[in-house]
């Protein structure tokens, strides 16, 4: 595995790695990394020649007063785990690489309103730190292919929205959320919950497949679900941002004739931020 830090290096291997027409996947990451970024990794290798992975904590995508400085970095971790998957080049740059002109004067990219609601609504500014980061790097990486996976769903559909209204050549894969044996999605954040914290982490998860069973197989509406969701994770400890049912499509609010549905839930244990979500499917 490559290692490199520059834009000019990057570009210099990146001619030699694409020789012969080999197609190109890239995985973008903040580090820190776990079973659920090696997933990546692997089934990036399904389908391209060669894997480029990224580690860079981006500073546009964290609101004042969260948690830029805390986030974990672990770059000799993060590099021996990579090695194992076969990534032929990480790509780990400082700031000036990333934004040369500095972060105040970078040009954004914002996708509007898918960026505004949800995480969106309570993280202002996250997606365009998110869409801005994603577009430079993937004009410095050039990918054919970019996999992301779908713990996070609305940055997703963000980047694919992007990529499409920007008209770059770029595949966006979806992978689904890797999680713990008890159910709770893998993340970086998880290493700032308590003993007490993670033991009732997964109850997120749960709650969000007890009620996407009786979303289809019991006639009640989303906003029964919804509140039913919020009260029972408020009485388990929880400190809820949303609950909400979207269709999955464009996470907008569902219509009549929608079958493909998407409940999504954001919620605070401690100073841990816990997001999941559950496809679901409804006659």
Avoid at 180 to 188: E, R, T, Y
């Amino acid at each position: 595995m490559i290692t490199i830090e520059t834009v000019a290096s990057l570009k210099e291997h990146m001619v030699r790695l694409r020789s012969g027409g080999k197609r190109v996947a890239y995985v973008p990451t903040m580090g820190s990394l776990h079973a659920g970024h090696l997933h990546l990794m692997q089934q990036a290798r399904r389908h391209a020649q060669v894997v480029v992975a990224s580690i860079y904590v981006n500073p546009l995508q964290f609101g004042k007063g969260e948690d830029f400085d805390a986030y974990p970095r672990t770059p000799a971790h993060d590099k021996t785990a990579l090695l194992s998957t076969g990534v032929d080049l990480l790509f780990m740059p400082k700031e000036p690489e990333v934004y040369p002109r500095g972060r105040e004067a970078q040009t954004c990219v914002e996708v509007p309103g898918l960026s505004d609601i949800l995480c969106g609504a309570f993280r202002p500014g996250h997606f365009r730190g998110v869409t801005t980061v994603v577009n430079r790097l993937f004009n410095l990486v050039a990918p054919d292919v970019a996999v992301f996976g779908k713990k996070d769903y609305q940055q997703w559909l963000l980047i694919r929205l992007m990529v499409t209204d920007l008209g770059m050549p770029v595949e966006i894969i979806g992978i689904d959320t890797v999680r713990d044996p008890d159910g709770l999605a893998m993340s970086s954040r998880n290493n700032y919950l308590t003993p007490d914290e993670r033991r009732m982490a997964p109850q997120l998860y749960a709650a969000l497949c007890a009620v996407c069973d009786r979303l289809r197989h019991q006639n009640i509406s989303f906003a029964e679900a919804e509140e039913g969701v919020a009260r029972e994770l408020k009485s388990a400890g929880f400190r809820l941002d949303y609950v909400s049912v979207r269709r999955c499509q464009d996470l907008a609010l569902p219509q009549p004739g929608d079958r493909k549905f998407v409940i999504l839930a954001a919620a605070w244990l401690g100073r841990t931020r816990l997001i999941d979500n559950l496809e679901f499917e409804r006659e």
